[in-house]
């Protein structure tokens, strides 16, 4: 955690909070990914994830 630290510049919590919110994350997808990959075909996942990744691009960079 404390290279963590120096590399964005924020203290422990932050750095807590950001690990716990990725372990949930990962913990949500990987049954959710299971049943996608059931229920769509590849092309729909990909191009489903491209557009949901253009759509945060788009909204951070509004926020930025």
């Given at each position: ?43 729909q ?18 926020i930025?």
């Amino acid at each position: 955690m404390p290279k963590l630290m120096t590399s964005f510049q924020v203290n422990a919590a932050t750095v807590q909070w950001l690990s716990t919110g990725y372990i949930l994350v990962v913990v949500v997808m990987v049954p959710l990914s299971a049943f996608l990959i059931r229920r769509f075909s590849t092309t729909q996942l990909f191009c489903g994830a491209l557009t949901l990744f253009a759509l945060g691009t788009f909204f951070c960079s509004i926020i930025s």
